[in-house]
């Protein structure tokens, strides 16, 4: 029992809780991106809801097939306006530190899920595609949406690890792409803040219907808000998100073939409507934070509800869905206890300004030899 250790021996104790829990405090408080950016208590419950809709689209309890790409392009949209809002303030110099923060938010959590995926499928199926290592090598470098699909997207689904399961990995590789691209365009260049530079952008995207579309939106609204701050929760511009959302809703469902146009306007048109400053909660938080290990892992615990279906002779009900879904959220949980939580309480004590640059560097490069790879299996097929 600690009350019976001699009195000195405490105060030792105490004396180095209390140095460690400043040093972490301190370093905490040098990370200058919290504050550039408002606190946004309804973003934590977006994120946990465009999950959870992911993850019920692919388990079949929501029947629509775009329920799940379209909350995909919400997650663009607001990635797109929480960092365009911080690249906003961020000078040339500061860029180490956004590296490091998005490394360390992003890789540490997705790298241990594609180790998972890859390991699984090594146990789980002794018979594998002869492209497995190839999409492994897209997958770790942030190029799964430019090369995996080949020679068409069924067939690459079939080839992939576990029938397809890590095909939302494309997502992931936008994402990093962007982050990579941002502070380049945002920092560097004279006109980079310029909101009508990234009308420009924008309107590119989303008319040859890029994947980039809802993010490049995202931007726009927060290089305007850099100028205006507010600007999006004035009366008139509320009403007008809120005519948006509704009428891009109603019109990807009378006219399917717009979804590539209309989905990032809704997509953006959700995360203003979103974008009021309220005060986040322990339990906002919670959700907030689980909902990217909710995204990254379900189909962990889809695999652990069909390894029980066939082990008790399960019939594959509504029920049975919902149990599914129970057990997606269970290891999203998991890992966001054993990964995300760890690295978040932990990384501000061991950033460095070196360690940062070097992590920016590598994400070029990965991106570099994703693009080397398919090279050279395109020169060889």
Known sequence: MEKDRPKAWLATKRRRGQVYSGAVAEQASRNPEPRKVDEFGAF???????????????IGLIGWEQSGNLSVQVFFALSGWLIGSILYRTKPSELCRFYYNRSTRIWIPYFACVAVLYLVSAVHEPVRSSRWWEFLGYDLTFTHNWFSFTPDFN???SQMPLN?????FWSLAVEEQFYLVAPLIITLLPLGRSWVLWIVISA???????EYGAISLGVLSAMVSGESPGWH????WRAASLVLLASSAGLIIVYPNLYPLLAPIFAVSAVLLCAEPIRRTEVTRWL???SFPFYLNAWIGVFVAHAVQKHYGLQETEWFKVFE????????A???RLVDQVVMRRRDAVYRREIGWTFGATGYVLILCGTLLWIVRWHHS
């Open 155 to 157: 067939t690459a689904i």
């Open 44 to 58: 934590d419950l977006l994120r946990f809801a465009l999950a959870a809709t992911v993850a019920l689209s692919h």
């Open 233 to 236: 929760r004035t009366f008139a």
């Open 204 to 210: 590119i995207c989303c008319l040859t219907a890029s």
């Open 334 to 336: 998991l890992a966001y």
């Open 288 to 290: 907030g934070g689980v």
């Open 164 to 168: 397809g399961t890590g095909n939302h």
């Open 325 to 332: 879904f129970l057990s997606s959220l269970a290891a999203a």
